[in-house]
């Protein structure tokens, strides 16, 4: 299968950025500069933006993402979103596993694994985030830290559900850092998240899985980025931001 039978998707995500208001009034922003796109567009907001992202993006082509979710259906687990809250108001897809929740909530691939099932039941789209530490790459193990990654956060995942699954590759060091990943780093790894997933699954399963590239991606580079054969998409941080620019981006996607 080529690249372009995959699904490109560019998904905004908006971090802890944005109050409902300032939501409203970004995605009006957005939605008419993206209408035309050949790509999914998807805006991955916080939680309480969602109902007004919702109500902001009605009647375009506009997807709206959360940012998180739990895996128990409900309990006492004081501060968590439930899969259930989340598509109950219209939610599509939910970014699982970003750094950010590895590297300052305590997040591991256990814990992403059950957060991708429960979204995956739920009828969610997850974005699984994957990527290898700085420290990680100068010893040469980006590697062994993505097979690791992939293979226990998409542990019993079946091949019907992957096929409702996301993948974003997004090196650490390049996360709104401003270092972007070369477009042939980023090539590489992509191609060998695909080789893995052909390992665990099958080649058919692995070709239709959209792969994205994050990390400082923005409207000077993504041209570049999303050329490559096994980059399908962007999951964008700070550049989702400005709407001019995330159209930019959404445009390049669309070639
Ligand atoms: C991200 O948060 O997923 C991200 C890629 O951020 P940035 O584009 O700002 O590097």
Request: aromatic content about 6%; charged content about 25%.
């Amino acid at each position: 299968m080529d690249k372009a039978k995959r699904k490109a998707i560019i998904a905004g995500n908006w971090k802890m950025n944005k109050t409902p208001k300032e939501a409203t009034a970004l995605l009006n922003e957005i939605t008419p500069l993206v209408k035309d796109a050949d790509c999914e567009v998807i805006a991955c907001v916080p939680y309480v933006d969602l109902a007004a992202a919702i109500e902001a993006t009605a009647g375009t082509n506009v997807k709206i993402g959360a940012e998180n979710c739990h895996w128990a259906a409900s309990g006492a687990f004081t501060g968590e979103i439930s899969t259930g809250m989340l598509k109950e108001i219209g939610v599509e897809y939910v970014v699982l596993g970003h750094s950010e929740r590895r590297q300052y909530f305590g997040e591991t691939d256990e814990t992403v694994n059950k957060r991708t099932k429960a979204a995956l039941a739920a009828g969610l789209k997850p974005i699984v985030c994957v990527g290898e530490l700085l420290w990680e790459r100068e010893c040469d193990i980006t590697e062994e830290v993505i097979a690791r990654q992939i293979k226990l956060d998409l542990w019993d995942v079946s091949e019907d559900e992957l096929k409702n699954v996301v993948i974003a590759y997004e090196p650490v060091w390049a996360i709104g850092t401003g270092k972007t990943a070369t477009a042939d780093q980023a090539e590489e790894v992509c191609a060998f998240i695909r080789a893995q997933l052909a390992k665990l699954y099958n080649q058919d399963a692995a070709d239709a899985v959209t792969i994205q590239y994050g990390g400082s991606m923005n409207d000077g580079n993504a041209d570049e980025l999303l050329s490559k054969t096994n980059v399908d998409g962007g999951l964008i941080g700070g550049a989702s931001l400005v709407a001019e620019k995330f159209a930019a981006i959404v445009k390049a996607a669309s070639k």
